[in-house]
């Protein structure tokens, strides 16, 4: 599985961005996938997962009610639409998928947000 992540760029605070993971691979609709970020001098963080059938959906408390993830495996993708962008969410967003929710095995190579205030 090879995983495209796009979408990111630069809103001012209080924007909505969606950002998308396009993959290639026939697994892809059998994994779990999620969405982690990295901000600048800091370790990368857990943001949201989702489950292969898009059934369960878990999020980090720092964008609970902000941020949703969705798939549609019949398109090979994942996404994650941002709203209510704060400043604090700017960072590299990086998408993943694997087994389980706890196993990522691929990775996307990241896409920039910038939040402006």
């Known amino acids: 599985v090879q995983l495209q992540a796009s979408g990111g760029g630069l809103v001012q605070a209080g924007g909505s961005l969606r950002l998308s993971c396009a993959a290639s691979g026939r697994a892809f609709g059998t994994y779990a996938g999620g969405w982690f970020r990295q901000a600048q001098g800091k370790e990368r963080e857990f943001v949201a997962s989702?489950?292969?059938?898009?059934?369960?959906?878990y999020y980090a408390n720092s964008i609970k009610g902000r941020f949703t993830i969705s798939r549609d495996n019949a398109k090979n993708t994942m996404y994650l639409q941002m709203n209510s962008l704060k400043p604090e969410d700017t960072a590299v967003y990086y998408c993943?998928?694997?087994?389980?929710?706890?196993?990522?095995?691929?990775w996307g190579q990241g896409t920039l947000v910038t939040v402006s205030s």
């Open positions: 989702i489950s292969w059938s898009g059934g369960s959906t």
């Open positions: 993943a998928s694997g087994p389980t929710m706890a196993a990522y095995k691929y």
